[in-house]
């Protein structure tokens, strides 16, 4: 499966963004679906996650700011992101965790969100 992410780019604090990424190839393999960041100087973090069947998972930091979607057909995933700070600044990557005996996991490139105070 190859991901390319989309929607990054520069808001102020309090501002809104959304993040879009298309998985192609063998999306049918794909169990859960995730967003990750990296901030600088940071360790790579998960952000949400959702499941195949749906079932979404969130950082404390984001909880009741971010959502995270999926359409299981199309093959995407989409991160609506309100309420922006500037710690949520950072690289956004898309990633995917596949069925067991698919593989391990995929990255997408990361796409870049600033968030300025």
């Known amino acids: 499966v190859q991901l390319q992410a989309s929607g990054g780019g520069q808001v102020q604090a309090g501002g809104s963004l959304r993040l879009h990424c298309v998985a192609s190839?063998?999306?049918?393999?794909?169990?859960?679906m995730g967003w990750y960041r990296q901030a600088p100087g940071k360790q790579r973090e998960l952000v949400a996650s959702v499941t195949a069947s749906g079932h979404a998972d969130y950082a404390d930091s984001v909880k009741d700011r971010f959502t995270i979607s999926r359409d299981n057909t199309k093959g995407t995933l989409d991160l609506q992101m309100n309420n922006l700070k500037p710690e949520d600044t950072g690289v956004y990557y898309c990633k995917v965790d596949y069925m067991t005996g698919w593989g391990i996991d995929s990255w997408g490139q990361g796409t870049l969100v600033t968030v300025s105070s």
């Open positions: 190839g063998k999306i049918y393999t794909i169990h859960v």
